[in-house]
């Protein structure tokens, strides 16, 4: 993977995306789905070569620097290619956000909250050795804990987003590492619904999270869908 992504981002090298995706594999961010390598082919070749420096490789994740900002990739693969992938970045340069999201349809305003309990809802084979970290990040993020992670990031997010619920989805156990995808869901004061994906690597108690800044801004300044005409 990190191998992979060198190649693309540094070298342009877009030819190995053949050896490395199947023909229908999906490339997902916080605001956008792309179906089909030869889309995600596309995709990349609008990408500026850039320097990058692998800081996490969980050969199925990795998280990495490039110009601007951290990001992070995940991908599930299919005898060995890769099927579907998610990246979560934050680099800064301000996004466009469409009004329909291709995995949501049309994002219209609307108001709810999840209660949160002791322990997270996790998804089918989520590892154990992350379901501490997970309850944990829980009753931090969704139950308002924030003692118990002393993050900045986390009140400002909250406070733009009152109603945000958080989503664990996939984790990954390495030796000295955990990583966890996740995902956020909330409304801002203007009624703009916002959805976002969010990858976090610890390692100790310290850990490295990457939220796609630009992507949320985008969402929030996207104008609201008319049904009246």
């Known amino acids: 993977m990190a191998d992979l992504e060198i190649a693309l981002r540094r070298d342009r090298a877009y030819a190995q995306l053949a050896d490395s995706h199947v023909h229908r594999a999906t490339r997902e961010d916080s605001l956008s789905l792309i179906k089909g390598r030869d889309a995600i082919t596309a995709a990349w070749v609008n990408e500026d070569a850039a320097e990058i420096t692998i800081t996490a490789d969980l050969d199925e994740m990795i998280a990495y620097k490039v110009k601007g900002g951290n990001c992070h990739r995940w991908v599930w693969r299919e005898e060995g290619r890769i099927l579907r992938e998610i990246v979560v970045e934050d680099r800064g340069a301000p996004k466009v956000a469409p009004p329909v999201h291709p995995p949501l349809g049309e994002l219209r305003p609307a108001q709810g909250q999840y209660a949160a309990g002791d322990t997270a809802i996790l998804p089918p084979g989520f590892p154990e050795d992350a379901r501490e970290i ?66 976090s690597v610890f390692t100790g108690d310290a850990d490295d999270t990457v939220i796609d800044h630009a992507a949320m801004a985008a969402q929030i300044e996207r104008g609201l869908i008319d049904y009246g005409s």
């Open 134 to 199: 997970a309850n944990w990040l829980h009753q931090a993020w969704n139950g308002r804990a924030f003692n118990l992670y002393d993050r900045t990031w986390l009140p400002a997010l909250i406070r733009a987003l009152p109603d945000a619920t958080f989503y664990f989805e996939h984790a990954i156990v390495g030796d000295q590492q955990i990583a966890i995808l996740w995902r956020v869901h909330g409304h801002h004061a203007s009624g703009q619904r916002v959805r976002l994906i969010g990858s």
